[in-house]
Structure formats: C-alpha cells, structure tokens
C-alpha cells in the first residue's frame, strides 16, 4: 500500500470514527431519561371548570354575602397557594382575554372566585341562602375590573369598563349596560336572603387547605 492510500484510509477511518462517536451521543441523549416536571394542577377535586365557561359578565355577590372574598375565609399561607396555584395552571395570563401577566397594566392578574348562590332547602338551617364556591380564575386587571363592576361604578373607569365588556363580548353599548343594569337587580333581589352558608367542598382532599374559623361554612 503506498503512502497516498494510507493517508486516504487513515481519514476515512477517522471519519467514520466520528461519525460513530456522534451517533453514541445523539443515541445516549435520546435514551438518557428525562427529568419531568410534575404535572400542574388542573382543576381543585370539587370544582367546576366549565362555570360560567370563558364569559365575561358582571359578576356582584349579594350585600349579605358577608364572605364573598375567598381571601378572607382562608389562612394566608393556603390564600398563597390557591394563588400560585391558579396563575401556574393559567400559565400566567388571563383566563378569558388571553392577555399575558407581563403586558397587564398593571402588571399583576387577579384570581377571582366565582361563586353559585341558591336558596337553602333545608328548612332548620339558620341562614337561608347558600353560596358555593364553583370555580377560581385567573383574570387581567381589565377583565377584573368589569367582572367586579362596583368596584368602578361612579368612578372615573366606568366609562372604560362599560366599553371593555362590549368591545370582548362584540356588543353595542346599550347591551353592555342592559348586562350591567340586570347584574346589579340580580344582587339587590339576592339581598333580600339574610344570609348565606359557605361550600368550600371544592377544596376536598387539598391537605394544605386550612380556612378560617368560621360558623357559616358548611
């Protein structure tokens, strides 16, 4: 063999050697096990992912409500959870406009409890009413704003709330404030109950849910 073809069979030898070792690589890193993250929480055991569905609507809780807030009927630290928890599952953007958390003004959403509020039909319960807790969502300041509409009521965002809800829901004007109108005689009429028990089974089987002491949960 002469020198010229040792050289070639040399380089072709180094060649397929690296293409060997590449191969190894690529096939070690596909078979080499993958560190999963743990799967986030969809949905709490009890609640009810489709209420109210991805609707933007007004959405007042009765005035003898006393504990309409989630916030307050829970501890901090379980509050704290049920926060990371809904904003994780909605991958930090709003769940009804799709507007992401780093483009909210401010930059902040807000996890709203969406609660269902019934006549008791238990004639030796104390209270009348019931309100159960269906589903938490995450919501841009926006969307917060006219799902809370009293919150803005005769202030200086009525106006832009009133536009917001017709512009997501492609209504004229007039609707959004047809909406609005029934949303507050909705709640006067709810008001007339004298009070209401709390359902918070939506948390059932969550061992780091602790509520507040409270005598009107059930």
């Known amino acids: 063999m002469d020198k010229k073809s040792s050289t070639v069979n040399k380089q072709e030898l180094d060649k397929n050697n690296s293409s060997f070792k590449n191969g190894q690589k690529n096939i070690e890193a596909f078979s080499r096990p993958k560190t999963e993250r743990p799967p986030a929480i969809k949905f709490f055991p009890g609640e009810d992912p489709f209420y109210g569905e991805r609707s933007l609507y007004v ?7 006393k504990y309409s807030s989630l916030r307050n009927l829970v501890t901090p630290e379980s509050w704290k959870k049920i926060v990371n928890l809904v904003l994780s599952r909605a991958e930090k953007k709003c769940e ?10 401010p930059k902040k959403l807000e996890v709203h409890s969406r609660w ?3 006549l008791s039909k238990n004639p ?6 019931i309100q159960t807790l269906k589903r938490l969502i995450a919501l841009c300041p926006k969307c917060y704003q006219v799902t ?6 005769d202030s200086s965002k009525e106006n832009e709330a009133v536009l917001y809800l017709a512009e997501r829901n492609k209504w004229p004007r007039h609707m959004a404030l047809k909406h609005i109108k029934e949303a507050f005689v909705t709640r006067d009429f709810m008001s007339r109950v004298p009070g209401f028990n709390i359902d918070m089974h939506v948390f059932d089987g969550c061992e780091w849910f602790v509520p507040k002491n409270s005598g009107d949960k059930i």
Do not use: I, Q, R
Request: hydrophobic share 35%.
């Open 59 to 65: 959405d007042l809780p009765p005035f003898t409500a």
């Open 124 to 129: 030796l319960t104390t209270k009348t009413g």
């Open 148 to 153: 809370n509409f009293d919150m803005v009521k």
């Open 116 to 118: 269902h509020f019934s």
């Open 96 to 105: 009804l406009c799709g507007l992401f958390e780093s483009k909210c003004t």
